[in-house]
């Protein structure tokens, strides 16, 4: 796993390969996903449906659109993540340019064909047609009030303990309800959703310098293998793999 990550945008570039992992269903809130298989093939579900890409191949994922993704020691899949602030200040015919000014970087064209650059490109247009197609469902002005409250707490709240018979008290719902409203809303339970923010976060903060120790109590892990655990289930290395694997571009 190789991530590298732009100085100036919101912009971030993986590449997943040689790992035999099953990335189960999760969602990403606040970034969109271009995805474009590289060598061999990669499984992937989305939508209740299950898709093959293979080499070559790329699909997009919008905010919150649950996905679940397979690899094998043998495939090769790199992903362009975008964060929705990106898609919204600059028009899609900006935004491709300053995302071929990054991909045209020595350090990413080292891993990719000029081929596959092309290909990363020419999604970048889908990118924003999901963006105006998802808009005004994924708008916390359309979100039911509850579930408002509930999706800022999943994702502002990263050192909290947010049980479960607490957060449905709060929202006046019974908690077997609230688990029902939280999956059609955002594809994961309650608890799952705020595991993968609070890693999400702490990928942030490992970026910006602080230490695992330091990472792991501001994202509310006072168990330092719970973190590492819970961090390497979902970004699929360890925090300090992932730490010696981030670049800037």
Known sequence: M?????????????????????????????????????????????????????????????????????????????????????????????????????????KIQKRITKLQTELLLQAVPYVYELHDTHK????????????????????????????LDSLARDLYISKYYLIHKCKRNFGLTPHKFHLQNRIRKAQTLLFTNKSVTETSMDTGFYDQSHFDRAFKNIVGISPTEYLASSKTL
């Open 136 to 163: 005004e469902v994924n708008s916390p002005a359309t979100m039911e009030n509850d579930m408002f409250i509930l999706c800022d707490r999943l994702m502002n709240h990263f050192s909290d303990s947010l049980p």
């Open 2 to 106: 190789k991530y590298f990550h732009s100085g100036q945008y919101p912009i971030e570039f993986v590449l997943s390969g040689h790992i035999n992992k099953n990335f189960s269903s999760h969602n990403h809130a606040q970034h969109y996903i271009i995805s474009l298989c590289i060598k061999d093939s990669v499984a992937a579900t989305m939508e209740n449906k299950s898709l093959l890409l293979k080499e070559n191949d790329f699909f997009t994922v919008p905010p919150f659109m649950p996905h679940a993704v397979s690899l094998t020691d043998t495939s090769v899949l790199v992903s362009l993540c975008m964060d929705k602030s990106f898609v919204e200040d600059y028009s899609s015919q900006k935004g491709t340019e300053i995302l071929e000014m990054l991909l045209l970087s020595p």
